[in-house]
């Protein structure tokens, strides 16, 4: 609980609400800046087309509500129809609209609204008599808007444009500093309070504060002036502006109690009322009787509040309105310490709330979480803690828990758990007589399942769901053959989590194949499914061995990924650097290391700098291009700067394998193996094995959770290690994990030929070398004379990849047998090896 003995720390002379005048409704201070975006949102609004809808996003406190507010009045002025669309408006909002009058609609928060939202656009889709503008103001793009997007194809046309615009920047004015602005807004605060104008003093910083902030620092200084009654120029510190603000909130709410004549026995104590204004602050309540109720809860865990007085405060709490009124940034720290504080608040304030307040209250709490994931707020770990607990206390109704899923931003690894958690619950609350609402729900819990490195689990809600929609595809393809396609193309990701690439790949191609219908009657309409859909196909044909098939759709989602980053950069780059790390692996594998430089490089410079920005979202892909820049450099020979990739993969794997082992555990193993052979490679073998040996016990553990995914990069890691042992003179040790590895490889190939047999005939050939090592020549021929075998069929298919390793297989061949005296069979093995070699150098 905040510290409060009688009063407040802090005794200004004035008792109005400060940080009501923030409000961009109220205008006090001057439009300042955002000339480009207003310009913009002006063409926007006088375009061709008769319906069209945007996107305004951007952090809290950046000044999103205001440029759609001044926008709105601009248009106002040139006499359009300008309406403020309240939270449960949506559906009646274009009645309210004059047939034929040009009209704007601002949709505030929208991450936060309900179905009604879907349902306005869905009316604006159709059309009307007039040109219809809807103007939406949120964070960012997130699955609140994919599930927007999700709705008909008429609703997805309108959204598609909006997802390419580009957060505001904090910066408002561009080379302009924060001081300057921030001298320029003490003027008018000022006159709205009645007060003189001080002088102040900011630090000469470059510009990048958000505007909430440079606002809330001049008003201080303002207030700050009044107080002290000083003179001469006041310093003022924008990063601490809110904090100083809120302590000034809490003085006019301790005033405003006592002018309506309920502090102390005729309504609470002072220790009360920080308690009492975090519930009204959380639940949003708006009417008396509502306002009544939650007074009689909270009473029950903040002591303090008299009984009989719950009316009189309600209306109090009611009059000073605090979710609607003040920012969400100046208060919610305030919210989250009473939360902390007094862990019984949370429950009392959702017991017995309506939907619509239970709801408020979990994306009010989700927002605070989100805001902090950037890792760098002291009060992260809280703020989890109290999402968790919200989302706890949640009423089963379907459409609460669907919008607190979708504000959740994935992937996450600090939420990724918790959003598992929401849809399963989402799922329950659904009615099953609504085909399509439970067929998007399957979907969102087979996603969020996966997410979580749950693949099994995903399995069979994402099967029902693909049930579902094929049979809402069969009699509505326009509305539900996209949906079918793109949870196809989930699927098999799913299937491919699960080591099942042969069922992966049907998926992705049905799906490729869907798709690729829509685009045809629809452009543009489906070009991120599309382009997502062709980018796991690649990755399939990579899992099932397929290097050159894959190569050509790994090219085409870069260029696809590549035109969509182009008009968005924000949103789309990070799946430009993936796809580019993927064709760099394949042309990797095709033995095309030089032509694998560029692309590798590429994406691990786009990943370094969004590592940097958003280390929550992108830091296990950092590790990704980290580990792929790692092996293209080995193959040039940059041992070095290879290992020095490799080692910082590692150390971000561990990180990540830590906070989110289900999902990031795999990665982490790879990496071991990787560096461990880099080391061993370099030298450094008693490093080497550490980590290879490492390697291998997290590959059982994984293994014995899902063997069909995990056990061939456990026959992996086990022949790496055995070289490791037999570069050390640790022979036996050798032979004992490569045995296990053939036997693993053998047992793969049965299911499998043409994918194992390659690593068979190479884990043969290992087995071969270490028997003649250890002087056991006898028993050395036959897996060299298997490999030998394996491996001239896989010759007939590919001479170029296969040759060099028959060749090996022949030399390792010729010593088993030159070792028992069979010279003549020998140098017929010897012979042939160095024609292959010869043949390759011609």
Known sequence: MSTLSSRPRTTPVLTMSPGRLLAPERRVVPFVGRAAEQASLAEWCTGPEPVAVRLVSGPRGVGKTRLAREAANHMAHAGWTCLNVPDGAEPRALAAVPDGAPALLVVDDAELRGPGLAELLRAAARGRNGALRVLLVAPGVGPWFNRLTATDLGVRALLEPARAGEDLA??????????????????????????????????????????????????????????????????????????????HERWTWFRSAEEAGLLGEAGFAPEAMDGLVAAATLTGVRTPDAAENLVRRVAAVVPGVRPGAEAGVGRWLLDLDPHRALPGRLVDPHLLAELTDIPELLRACLAGAAAPSARRAALRTAGIVVERLDGRSEDLGAALDQLGAAVAVLPEDHDVLRSVAGVLPRPSLALGELRAEV????????????????????????????????????EPYEREAVALFRELAESDPHRFRPRLAALLANMGATYSDQGRPEEALR??????ALLRIVAADHPGVVTLDLTMAVSNLAVTFAELGQPLAALAPSREAVGLWRELAGGNPGRFTSHLALSLMNVARRLLELDRGEEALEPAAESLEIRRRLAAADPDEHLSDLGDSLQAMGSVLSDQGRN?????????????????????????????????????????????????????????????????????????????????????????????????????????WRELVESDP?????????????????????????????????????????????????????????????????????????????????????????
């Not at 659904?430 to 995903?458: F, M, Q």
């Not at 998926?507 to 490729?512: D, L, P, Q, S, T």
């Not at 028997?771 to 006898?778: N, T």
């Open 754 to 842: 043409h994918r194992y047999r390659p690593r068979l005939a190479q884990s043969l050939t290992n087995l071969s070398s270490i028997f003649a090592v250890l002087k056991l020549g006898d028993e050395a021929v036959e897996p060299a004379s298997e490999a030998v075998a394996l491996l001239r069929e896989l010759v007939t298919e590919n001479a170029a990849k296969y040759g060099p390793r028959l060749a090996e297989a022949l030399r390792t061949l010729a010593l088993a047998l030159h070792d028992q005296e069979r010279f003549d069979e020998a140098g017929r093995a010897r012979a042939e090896a160095e024609e292959l070699a010869g043949a390759r150098r011609a």
């Open 423 to 458: 849809t399963l619950r989402t799922l329950a609350a659904t009615p099953r007589d609504d085909t399509a609402r439970r067929a998007e729900t399957l979907r969102d819990v087979g996603i969020a399942l996966g997410e979580v490195g749950r693949a099994t689990d995903a």
């Open 640 to 744: 070095e700067e290879a290992l020095r990739h490799i080692e910082d993969a590692v150390g971000i794997r561990r990180r990540t394998a830590q906070e989110n082992p289900g999902w990031y555990l795999p990665d982490l193993a790879y990496s071991l193996r990787a560096l461990g052979t880099q080391l061993s490679d370099l030298g450094r073998r008693d490093e080497g094995l550490e980590l290879q040996q490492e390697a291998v016990e997290v590959q059982r553990r994984l293994a014995a959770e899902n063997p069909g995914r995990y056990v061939p990069e456990l026959a992996e890691a086990l022949s790496g290690l055995g070289v490791t042992h037999s570069r050390l003179d640790l022979s036996q040790e050798a032979l004992n994990v490569e045995r296990e590895a053939t036997r693993t």
């Open 507 to 512: 998926c992705e191609e049905e799906a490729v």
């Open 170 to 247: 904090a910066a408002v004015l561009p080379g302009q500093v924060d001081a300057r602005l921030v001298s320029a807004l003490v003027e008018p605060y000022a006159d709205a309070l009645g007060l003189t104008a001080p002088q102040v003093s900011v630090a000469s910083v470059p510009g990048g504060a958000r505007m909430l902030d440079l606002q809330a620092a001049a008003l201080c200084a303002v207030m700050r002036a009044q107080a002290r009654q000083r003179q001469g120029v006041l310093p003022v510190d924008v990063s601490d502006a809110l904090d100083e603000l809120l302590e």
